[in-house]
């Protein structure tokens, strides 16, 4: 039995948000939208939560902070002291711009790294690609996806046309 | 008085505003015409200003070669005056930098609208600036495959860098600066990708495309995630505008020679980087507009808050002018007074008026709003200020330098054909850089421009259904 899922093309962002509730209404689980641009609505209507990437930043920025700190307090103060016209070994000031530096650069690094993570990515292959009209998800297409397992698939298409779908394909895992 | 359409501003009326989009289009629309330029095969204009680019990027690998074979003695540095050329570009190139910065992530957390139009441009030239910008203090090492020496790490040779020293915030400043645009750039780009990935007319395009856009999908769990971290990165880049040319300007201002030990200099050099940011801003997206047709979303309400802009920060720049000259002659230092006058009259006196114009005076154009939005008038502006910025850049380092603390030291300055070959290679090679984005990267942001449309036909409904008009007055 393997991993199928379908797919509808609504016209509007509206007519698939309404979908999208209607679905869930339905008991169907395991929905994704697919929109060209960033639609508040459907993060309602799937029921999303909340990001953790602020967290990840935040502990990251954190520890670059503490790291730059510490290494040049210890290269410069203890390992290697050094004396430069009598001034303090260890002095504050002139340690801050690199632990703000290295604490932006190392929050940065991780939304990226942790977006990509979230994301699977890199991954250019997909089994809703194998759909020639998918394309149009990244330019006026809005689409509601259902993934379900094998036996489902025929429930899941009539639900969608129900709908108001304007069209409906459904695509199988390692089909090709 | 609901029959009108407020999009449209009445003529010569001063008081209307500008449209954010000219016009009503669909998304399909918006995808086919911000990416025509992309999928189209590059015209003749494109080839030939790109061979100019190239030519001039030849030139600025030859004077690289003669900077490493030969030496930092090509370059018309001397003593006292050590920095010369190579600090000025590098502060100047920066600078420009900045405004990309500035306007994806503050506007974006400020949620200006108006941003969206012209942020992928903005943080492309932020790129292509900073990477001539570290160019310059990396040559300027005289030895630059030494450069990881400025880094800490546990080398046979015992020592660690010296953090105390500037240049070593450098590294880290400028480092930053790159990765975190950079990330910043990309991470907006992903989606667009895909959309170029889906319209492209050959199935090389497509392959290419599909490569870069890493496998978007525009999933809403990906969106989701994608605007929180869209939006982290744009409140990191913020303060690094500000901290980096904050460093930059430490660089001078904890020496202690006359003229740059100031303590107006981080927020002076700030608001010079963002006055020439925009500037150079103005220069190019008034040709590239025309250039890629898309003045249906770069629209003169776009180039009128530019301008806008570099009426605040030239009276801000102008501000530090004061401030650095009143300081000057309120400590009654007799140093930091000669290198006032030496400015105001001495031998170097014909730029600094000329700084003096550029930055002062022709700013005071923008308190017209006919002016604000003639794109010749603009265009020129511009060019004037950026060359004023550099001015300015050129006289902090050069002039302070040349004339010290004690006569018997001081001495003129000379370029050479390396410097300014250094100076105009890294132009052609900014212009090459952004030719090339142009042609292989959405310069507008594709998604944003429909969300914006959403977000317009949205407020326009309401304002119809509330019957007001579009001052907000019923």
């Not at chain 2, 590059?42 to 030859?62: E, I, N």
């Not at chain 2, 040319?245 to 006359?258: E, G, N």
């Not at chain 2, 850089?433 to 429909?450: H, I, N, Q, R, T």
Request: hydrophobic content about 50%; glycine content about 8%.
């Amino acid at each position: 039995m393997s991993r199928h899922w379908v797919l509808g093309e609504f016209a509007s962002s509206d007519a698939l948000v309404a979908a999208l509730k209607a679905l869930r209404e339905r008991g169907f689980e395991q929905l994704d939208a697919h929109t060209p641009f960033p639609v508040e609505e459907t993060f309602e209507a799937l029921g999303l939560k909340r990001s953790r990437l602020p967290l990840l930043a935040l502990g990251a920025g954190l520890g670059g902070a503490v790291f730059a700190y510490v290494t040049q307090w210890f290269t410069n103060a203890v390992d290697y002291p050094l004396d430069v016209g009598g001034r303090p070994l260890h002095s504050v000031p002139t340690n801050l711009p690199i632990t703000f530096e290295l604490a932006v650069l190392s929050a940065a690094l991780m939304v990226f790294g942790a977006l990509m993570v979230l994301f699977g990515f890199p991954h250019v292959t997909h089994p809703v690609f194998d759909v020639e009209s998918f394309r149009s998800a990244s330019v006026d297409g809005f689409w509601a996806s259902v993934a379900v397992d094998g036996d489902d698939a025929p429930r899941v298409e009539a639900a969608l046309r129900e709908l108001g779908a304007r069209q409906v394909s459904v695509v199988a895992e390692g089909a090709r | 008085m609901s029959t009108a359409d407020p999009q449209v501003p009445a003529p010569g009326d001063p008081l209307a505003e500008h449209p954010i989009l000219e016009g009503r289009h669909s998304d399909r629309a918006y995808s086919e015409s911000l990416l025509a330029f992309v999928h189209r095969p590059a015209g003749r204009t494109w080839w030939v200003m790109l061979g100019f680019g190239l030519a001039g990027t030849a030139l600025l690998t030859v004077a690289i070669c003669v900077t490493l074979f030969v030496g930092v003695g090509t370059w018309g540095n001397n003593i006292p005056v050590a920095w010369a050329f190579g600090i000025t570009n590098f502060v100047w190139w920066i600078g420009i930098g900045h405004a990309g910065t500035l306007i994806s992530a503050i506007l974006l957390l400020f949620q200006e609208k108006w941003r969206g139009s012209i942020n992928r441009f903005a943080e492309a030239m932020t790129l292509f600036a900073v990477t001539c910008a570290g160019l310059f203090p990396l040559l300027h090492l005289g030895r630059p495959w030494k450069f990881y020496w400025l880094v800490p790490y546990p080398s046979s040779l015992r020592a660690w860098p010296q953090f105390r020293s500037p240049l070593t915030w450098d590294i880290a400043a400028v480092g930053t600066y790159l990765t975190v645009s950079l990330l910043f750039w990309f991470v907006g780009l992903i989606p667009d990708l895909a959309t170029a990935r889906d319209t492209a007319k050959t199935p090389r395009a497509r392959f290419w495309y599909g490569v870069a856009s890493l496998g978007w999908r525009g999933s809403a769990r990906h969106w989701r995630q994608w605007r929180t971290g869209y939006l982290l990165l744009a409140g990191l880049a913020t303060p690094l505008v500000v901290s980096v040319h904050t460093i930059v300007s430490f660089d001078f201002a904890v020496a202690q020679l006359p003229g740059w030990h100031t303590t107006i200099f981080p927020p002076y050099f700030v608001a010079g980087a963002v006055f020439s940011g925009f500037a150079l801003v103005l220069t190019l997206l008034i040709p590239a507009r025309k250039a890629l047709g898309i003045e249906h979303v770069v629209t003169p309400l776009h180039l009128d808050n530019m301008a806008k802009v570099l009426l605040a920060t030239g009276w801000m720049v102008t501000y530090g002018y004061v401030q650095e000259h009143f300081f000057a002659w309120f400590s009654a230092n007799p140093f930091e007074m000669h290198a006032t006058q030496a400015e105001f009259f001495g031998p170097y006196a014909p730029l600094f008026w000329m700084q003096i114009f550029c930055n002062v005076g022709v700013p005071q154009l923008f308190w017209f709003s006919r002016l604000r939005t003639n794109v010749a008038v603009l265009w020129v502006a511009a060019l004037l200020i950026n060359v004023g910025m550099w001015t300015e850049r050129f006289l902090i380092v050069v002039a302070s330098l040349s004339m010290d603390f004690l006569p018997s030291s001081w001495a003129a300055y000379r370029p050479t054909w390396v410097d300014w070959s250094l100076l105009g290679g890294t132009v052609a090679f900014f212009g090459t850089a952004f030719l090339l984005f142009l042609k292989y990267v959405p310069a507008v942001s594709v998604s944003e421009m429909k969300e914006l449309q959403r977000e317009v036909d949205a407020s326009l409904q309401f304002r119809r259904e509330q019957g007001t008009r579009p001052g907000g007055a019923p």
